[in-house]
């Protein structure tokens, strides 16, 4: 099994699991959120590089929105995905560092967005 063919699986589940592809069906938009950890911003040819060829990025970037003017609250990627999730600060969620990680913070943004009703699904880093 390819790794592809496993990803379309794991996002395919909970629309099958709920009566099919068709089931529901929203006006609300589709929210995807991509944290990577190990390349700045003007790699992405969305942004400007025209030597390094990154279609799927750029369609996305094309199609939805591209934020130009991010900053992190912190260099270290642990609190700064913590600060993501919860929407705080290092400061206020308690993640100075690679020290402990918290089991769960009192509102985590998938958490709210599966209240809200979207599928919620990660991949990767999930410390």
Known sequence: ???R??????VAAPFYLHGGWTARRSSRP????LMADQFRADCVGADG????RTPNLDRIAREGALF???YSSTPTCTPARAALLTGLSPWRHGMLGYGRIA???PMEKPRL???????????????
């Open 49 to 52: 590089n025209r030597v390094i």
């Open 113 to 127: 967005l599966r209240e809200a009703g979207y599928y919620t699904l990660g991949i990767g880093k999930m410390h």
């Open 68 to 70: 130009r003017c991010a």
């Open 1 to 3: 099994m390819t790794r």
């Open 103 to 105: 089991q769960s913070y």
């Open 5 to 10: 063919r496993m990803l379309a699986g794991a």
């Open 30 to 33: 589709h929210l995807l959120l």
